[in-house]
């Protein structure tokens, strides 16, 4: 296979604006793949938001907002087929009938699953009818292994926190044609190890748009600068002995919210710039308030030409709705083609009524 034939799919989940860990962990990677001219399918995964939803939500005002960031942040509906996931609902079948192949036990193993029972108060035997947790939910890397499947991706960029889904998807897929001797699902490549998990302003593992600890590409300066002042720097640094300069080596040393900080910094800022705070925490010294000060500006430099762009005149609803409808008309027939290779290796044979 040449480079140029390489599959490329992710999406991102309509739950709120883009943060930062969605652009190291995501966005940033979609360009560089829209740039080398690879088949590029950037879906919003509006199924993929309800896994997590309580009460209805406006997920289309969130996916045309969300649409509006890619495009302010570089992303080209004319290069990459940028598109909604609920307009190919036949991902919904596919994942319907890889579902048949996935055992509850292997999606119990998932790690948003887990994270979800680990935060029920009573575990999963809670409340009359027992384990509380969405059927949905459990089934997501399924849903996920149906987007990845249905385009026969080959590569899927995705952050670290979605490593093991990929893996998880992969393992379907091996499943599905070992079982029906068939090679109608294309099996993708695993997420490399190294993928960007960036730290919450909070100091969790991860930023998350759903856990309102998040620094956003849309936020403006005086945002910025609330919520990098708000993180908690009481600590004073102490001395670390035998460390390099490196922020690997430095930041899981630091308390995880100032080490939050400082990843920022390592990726915004040039290198002198974050080097000399590490030596300055390595030393002990005191200098919080000047690296929050720093930071915001860099954050703020960046941010002003995607807040823009958000904002230019034809980066508008209509716009988006134009190349939304146009992109999910590419996507279909791939799709389509996908599903029934499934349907007839499965047994129940083609659909009558699809052309
Ligand atoms: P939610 O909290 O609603 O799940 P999210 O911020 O986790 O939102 P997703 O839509 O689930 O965002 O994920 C979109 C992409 O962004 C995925 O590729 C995911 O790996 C990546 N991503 C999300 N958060 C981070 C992070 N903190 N660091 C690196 N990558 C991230
Ligand atoms: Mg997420």
């Known amino acids: 296979m040449s480079k ?42 509006d199924y993929h938001a309800l896994t997590t939803a ?11 907002d969300m649409l509006r960031t ?51 108060p009573g575990g999963t035997t809670r409340g009359p009818e027992g384990n509380p947790i969405p059927y949905g939910l459990l089934g997501y890397p399924v849903l996920m292994a149906a987007d990845i499947l249905i385009v026969r991706a080959d590569t899927v960029p995705v952050g670290d926190d979605q490593r093991q889904h990929v893996e998880m998807a992969i393992d379907i897929a091996e499943k599905f044609n070992r079982r029906f001797d068939t090679v109608a699902l294309k099996i993708p490549k695993p997420v490399v190890r190294n993928a960007v998990r960036l730290p919450g302003l909070d100091g969790a593992a991860k930023m998350g748009k759903s856990d309102n600890n998040d620094l956003g590409l849309l936020d403006d300066e005086k945002i910025v600068l609330k919520k990098i002042k708000a993180v908690q720097t009481t600590t004073d640094p102490t001395p670390i002995e035998g460390a390099s300069d490196d922020p690997d080596d430095v930041i899981p040393q630091m308390p995880p919210s100032v080490g939050a900080l400082y990843r920022l910094l390592s990726l915004l800022a040039p290198e002198e710039v974050y080097l000399d705070f590490t030596r300055k925490y390595r030393r002990g010294e005191k200098f919080y308030g000047v690296l929050k000060t720093t930071l915001a500006d860099y954050v703020n430099a960046f941010n002003a030409p995607i807040i823009e762009a958000f904002n230019a005149p034809g980066n508008n609803d209509e716009s988006i709705k134009e190349f939304l409808t146009e992109n ?23 659909s009558l009524h699809r052309a």
């Open 4 to 45: 140029q034939d390489e599959v490329i799919l992710s999406g991102i989940r309509p739950t709120g604006r883009l943060h930062y860990g969605n652009y190291f962990g995501a966005i940033q990677k979609f360009i560089v793949l829209q740039e080398q001219g690879l088949r590029c399918y950037y879906f919003i995964a």
């Open 54 to 64: 309580s009460e209805r939500v406006d997920y289309f005002r969130y996916t045309l």
């Open 70 to 120: 890619y495009v302010a942040c570089g992303l080209d509906p004319s290069k990459s087929i940028i598109y909604r996931q609920s307009d190919v609902p036949c991902t919904a079948e596919l994942a319907l009938l890889l579902g048949m192949v996935t055992h509850v036990g292997f999606l119990e193993r998932g790690t948003t699953y887990k994270d979800t029972v680990a935060k029920l």
């Open 328 to 350: 999910a008309k590419k996507v279909t027939p791939v799709a389509l083609e996908t599903v029934e290779a499934c349907r007839e290796a499965i047994g129940i044979g083609r």
